[in-house]
């Protein structure tokens, strides 16, 4: 069996197998290592089996980073675009689904057979399952000390993503690699993912469970704030939905958020103005905009009773009911955490990166993309593109 390669790729996700089919099919001798024994776990369970590939508005204000502008050069090379062209030739059909966000028509698979595809035209070699020891140099050389024996490498890429659902395999190996190199790591969180609160802070909360609605929602200082306008959902434990997941990855802990459940309808000014010529009790009046229990447990929440006469209520209170509904300031306990986020914030400091190859600025030959680097996209395909444009600069350069 081979042992000595111009590049080895560590990690058989996204972007690994992007990696490593651009180099393999610029005619560099690529090996794919892996400890799983699956190919890209976190391709096949995305977008609820149908893997939200990329999203065709994606650019670099949609994504997060202690250094914002490194992601500009690698999405500028290789775009959405450029990966639908990929998936057309592989036949595959797809649709967007909301807000540029594309997905197949039939599965995830096939984007994962497509990329597998992709390393075959590159004659990539594959050691799965595979665990690695170390990593060490051996002069110019790279030696690699896993299960499968010691394999030689010029080059090494480290694809194995962040520390999000450990249940599929995700690790600190980057971190750990990086760290071992004395490279920076910016410290990581879990993103897009669900937010909790304290239990008996929640319990008013608890019959809201399976509620879902359009909402703003908002959290993060001036210069780093983030504001969406998505579904919101109550559950058991807390806040989730696409609008939550959005602002999870600006959200810091201690903080609050700032949620209008309303956000086409100034509440305040709407009912006192209505107070001649609406003759419904408050339950009812609200039960028009918002789900009953929510409408009634906003109602009961400030104190007021839902049979009450909207006429017969004060302007000061129905004020107080406005703020409740278009500026409710909550403020979360914590997150689901890596178990339940789509992806992990921080990483690999991209300051310690050539932002044109990926490559460390250190360490000649050793490069890091996808999400094991501190560039984190929202929720919506951003992403998969990350892994994609990061793999192919670094393939491309190699």
């Not at 949609?62 to 990929?86: E, G, M, V, W």
Request: glycine letters at 10%; proline letters at 4%.
């Amino acid at each position: 069996m081979q042992k000595q390669f111009d590049v080895a790729v560590i990690g058989a996700g996204a972007a690994g197998m992007m990696c490593a089919s651009v180099a393999g099919q610029r005619g560099k001798k690529v090996v794919v290592i892996d400890h799983a024994a699956k190919l890209a776990e976190k391709i096949r369970i995305s977008g609820g089996g149908r893997c939200n590939f990329t999203n065709i508005n994606a650019g670099p204000q949609n994504f997060l980073s202690q250094n914002p502008h490194f992601c500009k050069s690698a999405l500028s090379r290789y775009t959405p675009q450029d990966f639908i062209s990929l998936v057309k030739r592989y036949r595959i059909g797809y649709h967007e689904k909301h807000k540029g966000q594309l997905f197949c028509d039939d599965s995830s698979e096939q984007i994962i057979a497509m990329l597998k595809a992709e390393c075959d035209l590159g004659n990539v070699s594959w050691r799965m399952p595979c665990s690695v020891a170390n990593i060490g140099k051996n002069g110019e050389l790279f030696r690699i000390d896993s299960s499968a024996g010691e394999i030689l490498a010029s080059n090494v890429v480290i694809a194995t993503g962040g520390l999000s659902i450990p249940k599929i395999g995700a690790t600190d190996f980057a971190y750990r690699i990086a760290r071992q190199f004395d490279l920076r790591v910016i410290e990581t969180q879990p993103g897009l993912v669900p937010l909790t609160f304290d239990s008996a802070a929640w319990q008013p909360f608890l019959p809201l469970a399976g509620i879902a609605l359009p909402a703003e929602v908002a959290a993060g200082e001036k210069k780093s704030r983030g504001e969406f306008k998505e579904d919101l959902l109550f559950t058991h434990r807390g806040l989730s939905g696409p609008a939550i997941l959005q602002i999870s990855s600006f959200w810091k802990s201690g903080t609050p958020l700032l949620l209008n459940l309303l956000p086409e309808i100034d509440i305040a000014k709407t009912l006192i103005e209505g107070k001649s010529s609406i003759k419904k009790n408050l339950g009812n009046v609200f039960a028009q905009w918002l789900p009953t229990r929510l409408a009634q447990g906003i109602i009961e929440a400030n104190k007021l009773d839902p049979a009450a006469r909207l006429a017969d209520t004060p302007d000061r209170l129905l004020r107080d009911l406005g703020e409740a509904v278009n500026r409710w300031a909550i403020r979360p306990s914590g997150s689901e955490g890596y178990r339940k986020a789509e992806v992990t914030l921080g990483g690999i400091d991209t300051r310690e990166l050539s932002q044109q190859s990926m490559m460390s600025k250190q360490v000649a030959g050793l490069y890091f993309v996808g999400e094991a680097v501190d560039v984190t996209g929202w929720l919506g395909g951003y992403n998969f593109q990350w892994a994609w444009a990061s793999a192919a600069a670094a393939g491309l350069a190699i």
